[in-house]
């Protein structure tokens, strides 16, 4: 299948993420960028007082500005998103097809139960695939994240898309990609764990539903990818906290990764590296079911119907 293929497969299946969940980023935008000093002798109770404090912004939102304000910042986001999920799907692809050809990373005996298109490797394969291609890609489209981030944020009184876009280049190279240290040390486990996890969930599931229609592979595909996400989102949070501090907040204590990761401990402890996880959790499972299961039914059905989708180069 043609790189082009690959590439407008997972655009669509990061418009349809971005479209659903929307709601979930911006609410783990505000939550996340906020102090929120409190008594680390709190311990666990803080996770109820987190969970009323999302209710509470949601609520002001609504009220402030209607149900539909929910989606604020979701131009940029379908900007970052939509091309990001493209190029890492496409390029994920190309990296582990290429590497599918090399004894040391080829899978020497792929599951036959699964309609799946998409090459199989080994664990290490996998987890040095993901890790690399996520990476690179966040990292050319970080200018994009912090725009998204900034956008959801209400730190920011943007009056459009282009004014939001001239106010972050006129600071520069150290503000269009700032929080990118951070994002890689998202990504690159996040990618890798992932793809090691959806794979093996995959294989599992066919195993036991043994999928060979569409609708029962989308089903498979849709767990595994759910599961994936759990595992993967649990373990990289810390930074997901530290990247959106730094791509929002412009006083000194934010502006490097260590007085970042000291600001957050002293106010909050270690709960403070893990304020939205449930709107992060609740988002990267469903956008992972959605945007997996979308991205390779697609393939599948043009894999099977040669003559009515054309390939694209």
């Given amino acids: 299948m043609s790189y082009g293929q690959h590439l407008v497969s997972g655009a669509f299946s990061g418009f349809t993420s971005v479209i659903c969940l929307q709601p979930f980023d911006l609410l783990k935008t505000r939550l996340q960028q906020g102090d ?56 994920l692809h190309e990296a582990r097809s290429a590497m599918a050809k090399t004894a040391y990373f080829a899978k020497s005996s ?35 994240a912090v725009l998204k981030a900034r956008y959801e944020s209400d730190l920011y009184a943007y009056r459009s898309l282009w004014q939001a876009f001239c106010a972050l280049a006129r600071g520069g190279p150290s503000h269009l990609f700032r929080g990118a240290t951070a994002s890689a040390m998202r990504d690159a486990p996040y990618a890798g764990l992932f793809l090691v996890s959806y794979e093996q969930l995959k294989r599992e599931g066919a ?85 997996w299961a979308t991205y390779e039914a697609i393939l599948v059905f043009i894999h099977n119907q040669p003559r009515l989708v054309p390939s694209i180069t």
């Fill in 36 to 91: 929120g000093a409190s008594n680390h002798r709190q311990g666990f109770l803080v996770l109820f007082v987190r969970a009323l404090g999302i209710a509470g912004i949601a609520r002001n939102v609504i009220a402030r500005d209607g149900v539909l304000a929910l989606w604020q910042g979701t131009l940029p986001t379908l900007l970052r998103n939509v091309p990001g999920v493209a190029l890492y799907m496409s390029t």
């Fill in 110 to 144: 792929p599951s036959a139960l699964s309609l799946s298109v998409l090459p199989t490797l080994t664990v290490q394969g996998n987890l040095l695939a993901g890790a690399v291609t996520r990476t690179v890609v966040g990292t050319i489209l970080n200018p994009l």
């Fill in 207 to 291: 195993a036991f539903v043994q999928p060979l229609s569409y609708s029962s592979t989308a089903l498979v595909n849709g767990f595994a990818g759910a599961g994936a996400g759990t595992a993967a989102t649990f373990a990289t949070h810390p930074f997901d906290v530290l990247k959106t501090k730094l791509q929002v907040r412009n006083e000194d204590r934010y502006h490097t990764l260590r007085s970042t990761i000291r600001t957050i401990w002293m106010n909050r402890g270690i709960m403070g590296f893990f304020d939205g996880i449930s709107l992060r959790l609740s988002r990267k499972v469903l956008s992972s079911a959605i945007g």
